[in-house]
T-cell receptor
Framework: DAGITQSPRHKVTETGTPVTLRCHQTENHRYMYWYRQDPGHGLRLIHYSYGVKDTDKGEVSDGYSVSRSKTEDFLLTLESATSSQTSVYFC?????????????FGPGTRLTVL | AQSVTQLGSHVSVSEGALVLLRCNYSSSVPPYLFWYVQYPNQGLQLLLKYTTGATLVKGINGFEAEFKKSETSFHLTKPSAHMSDAAEYFCAVSRIQGAQKLVFGQGTRLTINP
């Protein structure tokens, strides 16, 4: 299994509070991704990173920001959590980001916003 | 823009029966296609992928998928279902431009009846 960990694994928070989710990899892969998984929607890309300090938006980036100060860590921040951000969040990594590359997924973080 | 449609959000088969999970895609260029599996409370794991070459692709755990350009399909099959195949399955297509961005289908939950 690819060395990807996510923390925390579960979190319950209140509307309006900031939340940061962490993804850590030990594979030294260049690309890292954050997805959210919701019933009936599959997985949708929030943000991705193609190197240290290099990030770009995905299809559902509103309300989220990311940072990558080290190759191994990719942080997802909800500046002011809303109930619509209740979801399961997955981090993924890929070696080179090419169209045929395999993405490897972490175990997920279940976030509940009350 | 690329998109993926998985026909049937739930599929139920008997143990030992054929498994057929349907995936149709839309793409203006030759697609790169993926099937991922998600076991309960876990992240996604690659089953198989089609890039170029042979249109019948074999994956892990006895699964295979056939790319049919004329039908814009990439259906997943397994000749004989096992109880351990119970999971959610996602079809995905790789976007054309920029870093690899996967567009996922809505997912199909496979149940195996004893």
């Amino acid at each position: 299994d690819a060395g990807i960990t996510q923390s925390p694994r579960h979190k319950v928070t209140e509307t309006g509070t900031p939340v940061t989710l962490r993804c850590h990899q030990t594979e030294n892969h260049r690309y890292m991704y954050w997805y959210r998984q919701d019933p009936g929607h599959g997985l949708r890309l929030i943000h991705y990173s193609y190197g240290v300090k290099d990030t770009d938006k995905g299809e559902v980036s509103d309300g989220y920001s990311v940072s990558r100060s080290k190759t191994e860590d990719f942080l997802l921040t909800l500046e002011s959590a809303t109930s619509s951000q209740t979801s399961v969040y997955f981090c993924a990594i890929s070696e080179a980001g090419g169209r045929t590359d395999t993405q490897y997924f972490g175990p997920g973080t279940r976030l509940t916003v009350l | 823009a690329q998109s993926v449609t998985q026909l049937g959000s739930h599929v139920s088969v008997s143990e030992g029966a054929l498994v057929l999970l349907r995936c149709n895609y839309s793409s203006s260029v030759p697609p790169y296609l993926f099937w991922y599996v998600q076991y309960p409370n876990q992240g996604l794991q690659l089953l198989l992928k089609y890039t170029t070459g042979a249109t019948l692709v074999k994956g892990i755990n006895g699964f295979e998928a056939e790319f049919k350009k004329s039908e814009t399909s990439f259906h997943l099959t397994k000749p004989s279902a096992h109880m351990s195949d119970a999971a959610e399955y996602f079809c995905a297509v790789s976007r054309i431009q920029g870093a690899q961005k996967l567009v996922f289908g809505q997912g199909t939950r496979l149940t195996i009846n004893p």
